[in-house]
């Protein structure tokens, strides 16, 4: 049925306009609707670290001789040394943070069980790690030796946050790890097709890229429910991210170059494919 208007019933544009006069006084108003909650606002601090930590390692000579040597195989040897520092600290990065979901179970059953649920997943990822380790020329006797000083911080740091902070901290400590993950690893990903490293020694680059785009956003979610529902949480939580900032990405990366290219990471540079941008604009 098509609805029907009269001359008596029609409105116009300039009778549904607003009338100065009709306005309540500016005292009257409600408070403005915060923009961003607390929880929110949180976020976007966490998020800013993280960048951070992304950019400074995408600034570094290990990054870039993973990125951008002309020797395919200093490139692939830098991954293959990060897959052992990964495997050295794997352990600990499970083992603390099923310790600390559970005493999250306090703070609400359904986080520990996410969150449980999660770190199964990552225990997956200590075998595809393993086979490109040992897919890019690494031996099985390579994992065994002991820790690198830098992977043992990452696991200390884990092992600390278990044992001597609250298990808040783990929210922000594991962001840093499944939010930069994937900004690393997608153009990593290109890279690693761009020099013809094979599936298995790509794979767990690959499986990153896109993994912990939906990990992450299971933290993001949990650290705003929670700080909207406590603000006491936030400092915790932003204090497990700085803890774990401080030990992870970029000494991690410069450990494997380090050992890749057999020579401290900040003295010889190496041939690099193109200039960045960045020093094409300083020449
Ligand atoms: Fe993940």
């Known amino acids: 049925m098509t609805p029907t208007t009269t001359s008596a019933t029609a409105t116009t544009a300039a009778d549904e306009s ?30 800013a670290r993280v960048n951070r930590a992304v950019a400074q390692l995408m600034d570094s000579l290990s990054w870039r001789a993973m990125m951008e040597a002309e020797d395919a195989g200093l490139s692939s040897g830098v991954l293959r040394e990060v897959y052992r520092e990964v495997i050295w600290f794997f352990s600990a990065v499970i ?23 999660h770190l199964a997943e990552e225990t997956l990822h200590r075998k595809t790690a393993m086979d490109g380790y040992l897919a890019l020329g690494g031996t099985s006797k390579g994992v065994e030796d002991p820790m690198s000083p830098s992977a043992f911080a990452v696991a ?20 840093l790890f499944e939010a930069s993950t994937p900004q690393l690893c997608q153009p990593l990903s290109t890279r690693l097709k761009s ?8 794979h767990h680059v690959n499986l990153h890229a896109t993994a ?7 933290f993001r979610r949990w650290i705003v429910r929670l700080v909207n529902r406590d603000p006491a949480a936030a400092a915790a939580m932003e204090y497990g991210m700085d803890c774990m900032a401080a030990v992870y990405p970029q000494p991690v990366f410069d450990a494997a170059y380090a050992r890749a290219a057999a020579q401290p990471a900040d003295v010889e540079p190496f041939p690099v494919r193109s200039r960045m941008p960045a020093d094409a604009a300083a020449v």
């Not at 099923?98 to 703070?107: D, E, I, P, R």
């Not at 912990?212 to 299971?218: G, I, M, Q, R, T």
């Open 156 to 175: 200390s740091v884990w092992r600390g946050l278990e044992r001597m902070a609250s298990p808040l901290t783990y929210l922000g400590a594991m962001l």
């Open 95 to 117: 083992e603390s943070g099923l310790v600390m979901s559970g005493k999250l179970a306090w703070v609400d059953t359904r986080l520990m069980r996410e969150l449980v649920e």
């Open 195 to 202: 020099i013809g490293v094979s599936a298995v020694g790509a």
């Open 18 to 47: 607003p009338h100065v006069g009709d306005s309540p006084l500016p005292g009257r108003f409600p408070p403005p609707p915060e923009l961003t909650s607390g929880g929110e606002q949180l976020l976007q601090r966490l998020d």
């Open 212 to 218: 912990d785009v939906e990990h992450s956003a299971l």
